[in-house]
């Protein structure tokens, strides 16, 4: 499995890809709703993008109830680690 | 699958104020502009190859939406119903909306019934696998838990209006004249139902004023599409607003705009009420491959 910093630093990509801002600009505990030019079609966009990278589908429960990238990188964690 | 309770009575329009809109609402369609899914399209010509996927995708959504027509309609007869559990007033006031709600619900049916028969007559789907498929979404429940009747109306106004531009959206962009015959006949239906609910919705703020400020912000701080609440819902709805813009927050312009028409000074709590609507309104254009 990734490790946290690896899958850390995908989020933060796709994050800053989608949002147009500079990844340096994100950190762990970035609230993804907070960044400039989120909204919640956007969030999902992200999701969405982060569940094909990793080839994984994410809980309903999961994918609304995550707000930084800390909590997307613990639920893709969690997600992979059902599926080995 | 019962769920709700009758609305509070207490803060009802008056029936002849309701029985107006109503009024309005029936003779806003002559019988020569009526269609049907049997007799006014020409389903021969109905061609899916010239859609592209998405479009595909996007005909088969709507079509889930439009065919859980039961649950939409048995809220209505639970909340406002029409027995003896509610005194003559109240039933002489429920009566009067069960005129809009029996033509509104037939129209919402031809409008199920027309999408599946597009989707057989184009070489979308066979009959038996889409009877099956729908059934599977259909017994999902549907649920509106609102105990003031402005609610229902508000709701409604929101998702009639956000559908009417999404088929307007989606026309302008589909190959199959068939199929676009046919989304301009569902978004002139859904602008008419709009007006009703707004036309209702009116009543009630000039009727209560302030009062149903409250009810009306609560519906748009808990707002969800119809199925919702189906377990992947949101990535179905990913794939459909890269083909045509589908947002109900796009309806809430209208809305403010119903609000701002209704009064004739805006008070405090409407203002509020305004500013909120406003504030949940999606602030910025959507990604790439995304029309507007």
Not at chain 1, 18 to 36: Q, T, Y
Request: hydrophobic share 45%; with cysteine.
């Amino acid at each position: 499995m990734p490790a946290v910093a690896e899958i850390t630093e995908v989020v933060i990509g796709i994050v800053a890809g989608e949002l147009g801002v500079e990844p340096a600009s994100l950190a762990p505990d970035s609230d993804l709703r907070a960044v400039e030019g989120a909204d919640s079609i956007r969030v999902l966009r992200i999701i969405a993008t982060i569940e094909q990278r990793y080839d994984i589908e994410l809980e309903d429960a999961d994918v609304f109830g995550v707000s930084t990238v800390d909590e997307v990188v613990t639920v893709v964690r969690a997600a992979l680690d059902g599926a080995r | 699958m019962i769920t709700g309770n009758a609305v509070d009575t207490a803060e009802l329009i008056d029936t002849e104020d309701l029985a107006a809109a109503v009024d309005a609402f029936l003779g806003a369609l002559p019988p020569e502009r009526r269609w049907d899914a049997e007799q006014s399209l020409d389903w021969a010509r109905a061609d899916a190859g010239r859609l592209t996927d998405g479009q595909r995708s996007a005909v088969e959504f709507v079509t889930v939406i439009e065919d859980h027509l039961p649950g939409y309609f048995d809220i209505y007869h639970r909340s406002f119903p029409v027995d003896s559990s509610v005194d003559p007033a109240v039933f002489a006031h429920h009566r009067e909306l069960y005129h809009f709600t029996v033509r509104w619900a037939a129209e919402e049916d031809t409008h199920a019934r027309a999408l599946a028969r597009y989707q057989r007559a184009s070489g979308m789907r066979e009959r038996d696998e889409l009877r099956t498929d729908l059934a599977g979404y259909g017994r999902q429940p549907f649920l509106l838990d609102y105990a003031h009747p402005v609610q229902f109306f508000t709701y409604a106004l929101v998702q009639e209006k956000a559908t009417q531009i999404y088929y307007q959206q989606l026309r302008a962009d589909v190959a199959d004249p068939v199929l676009s015959d046919l989304l301009t006949r569902l978004s002139r239906d859904e602008a008419r139902h709009f007006t009703f609910f707004a036309d209702v919705v009116t009543r009630y703020l000039r009727v209560h004023g302030d009062r149903v400020a409250a009810p009306i912000r609560d519906v748009i701080a808990d707002f969800r599409m119809p199925l919702a609440d189906i377990r992947g819902y949101w990535r179905w709805a990913l794939r459909i607003a890269d083909v045509a813009r589908y947002d109900h927050t796009d309806a809430y312009d209208h809305l403010v705009s119903v609000v701002d028409r209704a009064v004739d000074h805006r008070t405090e709590p409407l203002d509020e009420l305004i500013r909120f609507v406003e504030s949940c309104r999606t602030v910025t254009t959507l990604t790439e491959g995304t029309h507007s």
